[in-house]
């Protein structure tokens, strides 16, 4: 589930990867899933409401 770095070179991803431990790495992970998981109702309402109008 890597979709942080969707729109960035591949050098620019590398880059970061070296730069950051592996707890830094985890952490952010688990706060993006943790964003994405709050927000999937949200989106799956809002795409309903413009597939029903």
Sequence with gaps: MHFFGALLSGD??????HSENAKDR????RLISRILIFISP?????ILIYLIK
């Design 12 to 17: 620019r991803i590398r880059a970061n990867y």
């Design 26 to 29: 985890n952490e952010r992970n």
């Design 42 to 46: 949200y989106a799956v309402i809002t």
